[in-house]
């Protein structure tokens, strides 16, 4: 799939200790036949945070940003997830609930920990140019 300058996409960090999160970016510019300058909405240069981080990513690292999807009354027990925190997005099973509390396990992290209900989303995969919900693929 290509992208366009101003399109908002999700770029997959491939950085150590960010394996697998994504964030949130515009195109800036095409570069090549795969990849793109693209400009973070939530991350900033390490020597001037006044100014939003800008870098290459590869074609394979950006997809389109999914498509908000209402979920009813709720997360059920290991449904898996997506949680914004520390300004991406990261990929967990909901573990459990208390009120508008969800716990989730990360296994990058072998971490649980609990969020408000605000802060998740329905995980969906991006395969083959289509959002695909990942109740709905076989393991």
Same mark, same amino acid.
């Given at each position: 799939?290509?992208?366009?300058?101003?399109?908002?996409?999700?770029?997959?960090?491939?950085?150590?200790?960010?394996?697998?999160?994504?964030?949130?970016?515009?195109? *800036?510019?095409?570069?090549?036949?795969?990849? !793109?300058? &693209?400009?973070? =909405?939530?991350?900033? %240069? @390490?020597?001037?945070?006044?100014?939003?981080?800008?870098?290459?990513?590869?074609?394979?690292?950006?997809?389109?940003?999914?498509?908000?999807?209402?979920?009813?009354?709720?997360?059920?027990?290991?449904?898996?997830?997506?949680?914004?925190?520390?300004?991406?997005?990261?990929?967990?099973? *909901?573990?459990?609930?208390?009120?508008?509390? !969800?716990? &989730?396990?990360? =296994?990058?992290?072998? %971490? @649980?920990?609990?969020?408000?209900?605000?802060?998740?989303?329905?995980?969906?995969?991006?395969?083959?140019?289509?959002?695909?919900?990942?109740?709905?693929?076989?393991?």
């Amino acid at each position: 799939m290509e992208f366009h300058k101003g399109e908002k996409v999700e770029v997959c960090s491939k950085h150590e200790g960010f394996l697998g999160s994504y964030y949130t970016a515009t195109v *800036v510019k095409k570069l090549d036949t795969n990849s !793109y300058a &693209v400009q973070y =909405e939530n991350l900033v %240069e @390490e020597e001037d945070i006044s100014k939003l981080l800008i870098e290459t990513a590869s074609g394979d690292e950006v997809r389109p940003v999914p498509p908000r999807i209402k979920f009813g009354i709720g997360f059920s027990m290991f449904d898996k997830v997506d949680v914004f925190d520390n300004d991406g997005w990261w990929v967990g099973k *909901v573990t459990g609930r208390r009120g508008s509390l !969800y716990f &989730v396990y990360f =296994e990058t992290t072998r %971490e @649980e920990i609990a969020y408000h209900v605000s802060k998740l989303r329905i995980h969906l995969d991006w395969v083959n140019d289509k959002w695909v919900s990942s109740k709905r693929m076989v393991s």
